[in-house]
Nanobody, 127 residues
């Protein structure tokens, strides 16, 4: 069973930066396309960013493109989300997710395309 554990969330001022991580265990991480989603109180979960298993392809939500960067280190079984120029509207619980399979450049932007989910890490951006 694959387990995903997010870390690195916290409180940051608007305009600041934060990097959150997601460590995977119990599976072959290097085979998994990965994604980040977020959910703010009272709102639906939304897609943030995705990366192929190879790292050769990434995809971002329009709201974060140019500010956030997703990356992965397959040797460390970890995926990262570097968040710059943070805004109060980025405040949410951030979840990582893994898909069981996908092609070299495969990225997924819908929740149903993922098979495993972490418990989330809270990111709060103050104005």
């Amino acid at each position: 069973q694959v387990q995903l554990v997010e870390s690195g969330g916290g409180l940051v001022q608007a305009g600041g930066s934060l990097r959150i991580s997601c460590a995977a265990s119990g599976g072959t991480f290097s085979n998994y396309p990965m994604g980040w989603f977020r959910q703010a109180p009272g709102k639906e979960r939304e897609f943030v960013a995705a990366i192929s298993w190879s790292g050769g392809s990434t995809y971002y939500a329009a709201s974060v493109k140019g500010r956030f960067t997703i990356s992965r280190d397959n040797a460390k079984n970890t995926v990262y989300l570097q968040m710059n120029s943070l805004k109060p509207e980025d405040t949410a619980a951030y979840y990582c997710a893994a898909a069981r399979s996908g092609g070299y450049y495969y990225t997924a932007q819908y929740g149903f395309q993922y098979d495993y989910w972490g418990q989330g890490t809270q990111v709060t951006v103050s104005s």
